[in-house]
């Protein structure tokens, strides 16, 4: 299995604009290397696909090329497990996810029962 460890690492160490800027860049580089590179070369036996949570955390970064690596990344991998994968996540974080009712439409609801 190719693991390519935490490119995070560099904005939990010492917070300058060199190592940040470099970790955009290491971000737009394995976007192009995930999405079109290593699935193709190693083949899906070899291939271990980014972890969804890690690229939901980066959705809205707050450097650019983060953010569009990680949305380019998870939709990418969304769409490599297909409709079974993506209800099997749906399943697996419902419940951790918060129970939001909205009240005006609840209100509506019952009025119409």
């Given at each position: 299995m190719v693991n390519i460890?935490?490119?995070?690492h560099l904005?939990?160490?010492?917070?300058?604009t060199v190592k940040f800027l470099l970790g955009c860049v290491r971000w737009s580089q394995l976007a192009a290397?995930?999405?079109?590179?290593?699935?193709?070369l190693l083949g899906l036996d070899k291939?271990?696909?980014?972890?969804?949570?890690?690229l939901a955390r980066r959705?809205?970064?707050r450097c650019l090329e983060v953010r569009e690596a990680a949305q380019a990344l998870l939709l990418a991998e969304l769409r490599r497990i297909g409709q079974s994968g993506r209800k099997d996540t749906i399943d697996a974080w419902a419940p951790?996810?918060?129970?939001y009712v909205d009240t005006v439409s609840s209100?509506?609801?019952?009025?119409?029962m």
């Open positions: 460890g935490d490119p995070f904005f939990w160490s010492e917070n300058n290397m995930h999405c079109v590179m290593l699935p193709d291939f271990r696909p980014p972890l969804l949570e890690m959705w809205q970064d951790y996810l918060p129970q209100r509506k609801f019952s009025a119409l």
